[in-house]
């Protein structure tokens, strides 16, 4: 129905975040961004978003999925009360959740 929606965070809408906020949000998404999709950064920004803008609830007949995830990620950042510091934190605390749930790779 909505084109631009997709069920959970995408990849591709993480870099249009970046002007959202001050530098310490520009570094992280900067980071995160140029990474390949399923990167453990990648995860963890994403499932972070997914918390964020409350992606488990969205319906594809709502507002907010009509408007599209990049445009829902951008409101939602920008109307966050949270300072970038306490973001990155929250990012920092999604890695390490992410860590414990992936399995260990060979060297």
């Not at 906020?21 to 990648?42: F, I, N, Y």
């Not at 999925?65 to 973001?87: F, N």
């Amino acid at each position: 129905m909505y084109p631009e929606s997709e069920i959970l965070f995408p990849h591709r809408a993480i870099s249009p975040l970046r002007r959202e906020r001050g530098e310490v949000w520009h570094e992280l998404v900067s980071q995160v961004a140029c990474q390949p999709d399923g990167r453990e950064d990648t995860l963890a920004f994403s499932l972070m978003m997914i918390r964020l803008c409350d992606c488990l609830h969205c319906d594809q007949s709502s507002y907010k999925a009509s408007l599209g995830c990049v445009s829902c990620a951008q409101r939602t950042v920008a109307a966050e009360k949270t300072s970038d510091l306490m973001l990155r934190q929250t990012f920092e605390q999604t890695r390490q959740e992410i860590r414990q749930q992936l399995p260990v790779r060979p060297n």
